[in-house]
């Protein structure tokens, strides 16, 4: 009998932590719905009184009813990222491309550990890309081509191992383009068409604090 009632606690408690997984995960999502105009509709089906989100549309989830996947590329999504996004814990896609994003890139994102893919190109979005991003030791594909981006390349993205593919072409950035880590195999093709940034930095020739002025 003991052993039962261990075990119904057990399952109860798995629950209780999914629903409550659930619902602060609905919360964050329902905070971007809230931050976004939304001229077509694409976000209709985000109801908060819904038990979790994993029933809305563009939303991925595991068997866990966690969030692993955001498809709102192309959406003509009119808005500001919120930092709530980092509490995507399982989030692997993060997909915002050709939507009229403004405002700044949220430091918290660096929180989406289990990051693969962050496609953020063609918005509005400005202010710096945020050193907190190389907290993505997962993350394979950083697209943020053809917005506003300025200040410089944070030297820390190098250290992300795992990136496969990296385009911050079409900005504002400046100072010099770092060769070290993982950037070291990436072309003059993903940094074109910032005028104002020199490169690639050259060990003990181009200084990475060149003036951003």
């Known amino acids: 009998m003991a052993f039962w009632a261990l075990f119904v606690?057990?399952?109860?408690?798995?629950?209780?932590?999914?629903?409550?997984?659930?619902?602060?995960?609905?919360?964050?999502?329902?905070?971007?719905?809230?931050?976004?105009?939304?001229?077509?509709?694409?976000?209709q089906s985000w109801d908060p009184t819904l038990v979790n989100?994993?029933?809305?549309?563009?939303?991925?989830?595991?068997?866990?009813?966690?969030v692993t996947?955001?498809?709102?590329?192309?959406?003509?999504l009119h808005g500001r990222l919120v930092p709530d996004l980092g509490r995507l814990e399982r989030l692997q896609y993060l997909e915002l491309y050709r939507n009229s994003l403004v405002g700044h890139i949220p430091k918290e994102l660096g929180e989406l550990k289990n990051?693969?893919?962050?496609?953020?190109?063609?918005?509005?979005?400005t202010?710096?890309?945020?050193?907190?991003l190389s907290k993505l030791t997962n993350l394979r594909f950083l697209r943020l081509n053809g917005n506003n981006l300025s200040g410089r390349i944070p030297r820390e993205l190098t250290k992300l191992r795992s990136l496969k593919s990296l385009d911050v072409s079409n900005n504002n950035?400046?100072?010099?383009?770092?060769?070290?880590?993982?950037?070291?195999?990436?072309t003059q093709k993903s940094f074109e068409k910032n005028p104002r940034?020199?490169?690639?930095?050259?060990?003990?020739?181009?200084?990475?604090?060149?003036?951003?002025?």
């Open 9 to 43: 606690l057990v399952i109860a408690v798995t629950l209780l932590q999914g629903h409550a997984h659930a619902n602060r995960e609905g919360d964050a999502l329902y905070a971007l719905r809230r931050a976004l105009k939304d001229p077509d509709n694409v976000l």
């Open 53 to 66: 989100p994993c029933t809305w549309f563009h939303v991925t989830c595991d068997k866990d009813n966690r």
């Open 69 to 76: 996947r955001l498809d709102l590329g192309n959406a003509k």
């Open 115 to 125: 990051l693969l893919s962050l496609d953020l190109y063609n918005n509005n979005l």
């Open 127 to 132: 202010g710096s890309i945020p050193p907190t």
């Open 173 to 186: 950035l400046c100072g010099t383009i770092p060769i070290s880590g993982s950037f070291s195999k990436f």
């Open 197 to 213: 940034l020199k490169g690639p930095e050259l060990m003990g020739s181009v200084s990475y604090d060149v003036s951003c002025d």
